[in-house]
């Protein structure tokens, strides 16, 4: 087996467990803490500091919108819930990898990667500022 086929492969087994695990799993009502339903501790950058860290919410964005409930999915994090879609790609584009014998990575070395990945990773810490902007007024409420 080719390298490029293993790796396809991997990633293929790792995008489906992600798409079935947010099915599997319940949203937490409270917008954090999905991800204890797989014996993983609480966030403890939330624990500590009193508001959310970058990731917090995305698996309870992730099975809230598996479970169609979109409006606990964005007030869990927004973002997720794009990455929730992109998640669903995932699987298609490392299966023809997979087949066609391809780089799954090669996406990455795109001209348009280069616009959208640096997009994305402003998205991620907007999305993020806002959601510890959110945290703040409530708790000062």
């Excluded at 695990?21 to 319940?26: R, Y």
């Excluded at 797989?38 to 964005?61: E, K, N, S, Y």
Aim: aromatic share 10%.
């Amino acid at each position: 087996m080719s390298f490029n086929r293993f790796l396809s492969l991997l990633l293929l087994s790792a995008s489906v467990a992600v798409i079935v695990i947010a099915f599997v799993l319940h949203p937490d009502p409270r917008g954090t803490g999905t991800h204890e339903q797989l014996g993983l501790p609480p966030c403890g950058f939330l624990r500590d500091h009193g508001v959310p860290c970058i990731a917090c919410g995305m698996t309870t964005a992730f099975t809230a919108i598996a479970h169609g409930d979109l409006g606990l999915a964005v007030r869990a994090n927004p973002f997720g819930c794009l990455l929730f879609f992109v998640a669903l790609a995932a699987p298609f584009h490392f299966a023809h990898s997979l087949i066609k014998d391809y780089d799954p990575l090669r996406i990455f070395q795109t001209r348009r990667s280069r616009i959208i990945l640096p997009i994305g990773g402003i998205m991620l810490l907007v999305n993020w500022g806002i959601m510890v902007l959110i945290a703040k007024s409530r708790s000062a409420s």
